[in-house]
């Protein structure tokens, strides 16, 4: 179920199904369409390019097994049989086309809703849609919006749901197991046709006709998603009839393959032809003949196809359709789309063409194409659906029932466990190996080592020792120097005096007291003959002063001899000394 989102959420469901399809991206898958009168099988590959078509077979049912059950069967798991025997596929993921009287489309016009209101509205619609006999507990639902309308109601949804009969879909599971074959996507031709379109790039409102053997189905897409669809009771067989009942008026031998091979090569005789002449293996039948006979069939079909396109631009309000496409077997008729074009020209269709499913693929691989029934271009409109059911995900809903997917996912884990568990052993014992190699080098290189330490112990007790008396040595030294404290720089003082004092002084004592800072009293004499003594201790106290290693310097005393015959004095400085 698919509901229109303004904003793009990254979930962990959404994460693990691209990383599921990327590990499966390498793997074919291989899809089956049975119809009426053709079985249709193609494989596919995904690659970084787009998708690689590896093989198809597409093989008429006899005409004579057709409504034979049994024989039909019988004659159906032969041909898939052969196919896989002869082409010895790698693949165990299927796809399968379900078609039947059990499979119902329909479209609603529902009021906004949240997701779970509009799933309830859903089933309430379809329980009023579908036939009386059809229990609605036996079937299988899934649905998607297509568009929104808004006008003086407010908004409302456009929505397309498909239901189809549970017996049906277990008939197609055990259909798919019987081959070995894991369904992985299982829709209709509908839903397909569209994924097909989406694949294309067609865009905008266009229109599909699918006409198979014994009905057709017109389908109508919005940028490939389906918004109507409706069952029109005449398919080709019907147009094989009318021409072989002029044959059998003009050759009583005539059978219905020959009837199928003149619609196919001769067709509808178009309005320049109807006074031809047409040549076949018979003889020669005129065109006005062919005509008459399929007159009641062509406006019978041309009806029903305007009907449904009138309903269709009323219901969804649209003006025309950007393209009308044809497909299906039934559409291998020759002249049909330039007689359609002719007859639905008073609506706004577009251009009516074939639809060719070749320009969805990246190629095809299939060297024994010559030696099929059929070639590659004329096969082409029998496999519209099968390739847009094996083309990415295959549409917008997949019945694969919820405990069929459950335990495909548990072969998903268990395909993971099978992939990854080989390389993680592999890289666990390499791992091991790469620790082991490594353990042996360091353990080698630790004996050497250890060789390397006991050679040397002598030499390194020796060098503890030096370092244990070098530490003792300088606690002793840290522990004197904070017993003596901060002394001064004794040479230096000396030095410094010896070059400050003048000759006329002479020093007879020097005496340091223990304060803080400490002094220096010093005690000398001053002899002149010529200067005068007071001058020659007043410069011995300035230079004093001036020394960087003293200051505060004071003259206590000073005092002159007597009695002396040349000139002397006596003097006593202290000083504080810098340190």
């Not at 050759?251 to 003149?262: G, L, N």
Request: charged share 25%; aromatic share 10%; with cysteine.
């Amino acid at each position: 179920m698919k509901t229109p989102s303004l904003k793009s959420k990254i979930n962990l469901r959404e994460s693990i199904s691209n990383f599921r399809s990327l590990l499966l991206a390498t793997q074919n898958t291989m899809g089956i369409d049975v119809g009426h009168s053709y079985i249709k099988i193609a494989q596919f590959q995904r690659t970084r390019k787009g998708f690689l078509l590896t093989d198809y077979r597409v093989r008429a049912i006899p005409f004579k097994v057709r409504d034979s059950l049994r024989e039909r069967n019988n004659f159906i798991r032969e041909f898939i049989n052969e196919y896989i025997s002869q082409t010895r596929i790698k693949t165990s993921l299927g796809r399968i086309i379900v078609e039947g009287s059990g499979v119902f489309t329909f479209s609603f016009l529902l009021p906004a809703l949240s997701e779970k209101d509009l799933k309830g509205a859903v089933e309430i619609e379809l329980k009023k849609k579908l036939p009386f006999q059809v229990d609605f507990k036996n079937i299988y639902l899934d649905y998607f919006v297509t568009d929104r309308l808004e006008d003086e109601k407010g908004i409302q949804l456009f929505v397309t749901c498909i239901a189809v009969d549970k017996s049906l879909i277990e008939r197609n599971l055990d259909f798919l197991k019987s081959f070995n074959l894991r369904p992985v996507v299982m829709n209709t031709t509908a839903d397909a046709l569209g994924n097909l379109i989406r694949i294309m790039q067609i865009k905008g409102y266009v229109g599909v006709l699918e006409i198979g053997a014994r009905k057709s189905f017109l389908n109508f897409y919005r940028d490939g998603s389906l918004q109507f669809s409706r069952e029109i009771p005449i398919g080709g067989d019907q147009f094989t009839q009318g021409i072989l009942k002029v044959l059998k008026t003009l050759f009583p031998q005539a059978s219905f393959d020959d009837a199928e091979m003149f619609k196919k090569q001769c067709g509808i005789p178009l309005a320049e032809e109807v006074g031809s002449e047409f040549y076949t293996d018979l003889g020669v039948v005129k065109g006005e003949k062919i005509i008459a006979g399929l007159r009641p069939v062509l406006e019978r079909f041309i009806t029903e196809i305007s009907r449904t396109i009138t309903f269709y631009f009323r219901t969804y309000r649209i003006d025309n359709l950007e393209g009308f496409y044809l497909s299906g077997g039934g559409s291998r008729i020759k002249n049909l789309d330039r007689f359609l074009s002719a007859n639905l020209k008073n609506l706004s269709v577009g251009s009516i063409e074939r639809l060719n499913p070749l320009k969805a693929i990246k190629g095809w691989l299939d060297v024994g194409i010559l030696r099929q029934e059929l070639v590659m271009e004329e096969a082409a409109p029998h496999l519209s659906s099968i390739f847009g059911l094996c083309i990415d995900k295959g549409g917008q809903i997949n019945l694969v029932p919820p405990k069929e997917k459950v335990e495909q996912k548990a072969l998903f884990l268990l395909f993971l466990v099978k992939l990854t568990f080989p390389i993680l052993l592999v890289f666990t014992l390499v791992y091991y190996g790469f620790n082991y190699t490594r353990r042996l080098v360091y353990n080698t290189i630790l004996d050497r080592t250890h060789r390397q330490i006991t050679q040397m112990e002598p030499k390194v007790k020796k060098i503890e020792e030096y370092f244990e008396l070098k530490k003792r040595l300088k606690e002793r030294e840290d522990l004197l120097a904070k017993a003596i404290g901060r002394q001064p720089l004794w040479w230096g003082i000396l030095k410094e005096l010896s070059n400050i004092t003048p000759e006329e002084v002479t020093l007879n004592k020097l005496e340091i007291e223990a304060k803080t800072p400490k002094e220096m009293r010093l005690e000398g004499e001053v002899i002149s003959e010529y200067t005068n003594l007071d001058l020659v201790i007043s410069q011995f106290t300035l230079n004093l002063n001036d020394s960087p290693y003293f200051s505060n310097v004071r003259l206590v005393s000073s005092e002159r001899v007597m009695f002396s015959a040349i000139p002397k004095a006596r003097f006593e400085i202290v000083c504080e000394l810098v340190y």
